[in-house]
């Protein structure tokens, strides 16, 4: 450990660990479920880690909330009702706003001080909570989509941390089965899916049971986040039996000239990026496979 850097060391990584120069810790706290952690760093603005493993910076977050949130919602004609899981930032409500079509955003986010401290440390990204279409349900992911009535949502995004703690269920088939039972019929599902530079049998388990339990589509993507292990992070979307999604050509793209575009516009996302990051590399592909 290099004092004055931030070295994210986890079994998660073996062999490896990125660093960055931290001017001043800014926040420490335990909550009930996590260490929670914000420092400024030299170089990606402020940072935001639980047990140890880096949430999400301010440089690149764009790279992974846009992604997370607009493969699905742009793969499907008219979300009206939205789900979110973890995601206690706000980061992932940002981006749901932007789209006009959106009625109503569920969150459920574990982590109480997660919320609290990004509503005090990361104003940018904690604005997503100041849409009036937004209720926060405080409590685990698991239990709110078993007690979800069926067929509700048209997407649900699990915008969660890594399967070493309190996400660990949100990775397992129980879990899948909840949200697909949650999702109306051709809805859409993103979740946070693990880099194929570190967590391929993850990965394998993942699409596994995803193919068993959606019977629509079932893809990975990949976004790049520079300051995630390996500096990439990539996304599992299912959609439910019922009307087709082709995830990888969106029907309902963002619309550039909508006022709330221009006020915050969009870094990373566009319709070309969409397409392109359901290209996998070839040890991937073999991997992974296609449907
Ligand atoms: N948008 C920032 C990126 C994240 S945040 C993941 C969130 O999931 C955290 O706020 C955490 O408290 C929450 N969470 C964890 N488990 C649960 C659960 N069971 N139910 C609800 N919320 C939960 C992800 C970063 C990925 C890091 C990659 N290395």
């Not at 402020?46 to 301010?58: F, M, P, R, S």
Request: net charge negative; aromatic share 10%.
């Amino acid at each position: 450990v290099i004092p004055g850097w931030f070295s994210e060391i986890s079994p998660m990584w073996p062999g490896e660990a990125h660093s960055l120069k931290v001017e001043k810790i800014l926040f420490q706290g335990k909550s009930d479920y996590q260490n929670v952690m914000v420092f400024q760093s030299s170089t990606y603005g402020k940072v935001l880690v639980l047990d140890g493993v880096i949430q999400l910076t301010e440089r690149d977050e764009c790279a992974y909330q846009e992604m997370i949130t607009h493969l699905p919602l742009c793969s499907i004609p008219n979300p009206k009702k939205v789900l979110v899981i973890g995601g206690g930032d706000g980061g992932v409500l940002r981006e749901v706003s932007r789209h006009s079509s959106v009625e109503k955003i569920d969150i459920c986010e574990i982590d109480k001080m997660v919320v609290d401290v990004s509503k005090e440390f990361f104003p940018d990204i904690a604005v997503g909570f100041e849409d009036p279409r937004v209720t926060l349900h405080v409590g685990d992911g698991v239990a709110f989509l078993k007690a979800a009535p069926e067929g509700t949502y048209d997407a649900i995004i699990v915008d969660s941390s890594d399967p070493i703690g309190p996400a660990q269920e949100l990775f397992e088939k129980p879990f899948f089965e909840s949200v697909a039972k949650a999702l109306r019929p051709g809805g859409v599902v993103c979740t946070q899916a693990e880099s194929i530079w570190l967590h391929m049998h993850i990965i394998e388990d993942i699409v596994a049971n995803c193919r068993q339990i959606f019977k629509g589509s079932v893809n990975y993507a990949w976004t790049t986040v520079p300051t995630y292990p390996s500096g990439m992070i990539g996304f599992m979307l299912c959609s439910t039996e019922g009307p087709h999604v082709d995830f990888k050509h969106p029907v309902n793209p963002i619309d550039e000239d909508d006022s709330q575009q221009s006020a915050r516009p969009l870094k990373f996302y566009n319709s070309e990026i969409h397409t392109a990051a359901f290209c996998l590399p070839s040890f991937a592909k073999r991997a992974i496979g296609s449907k």
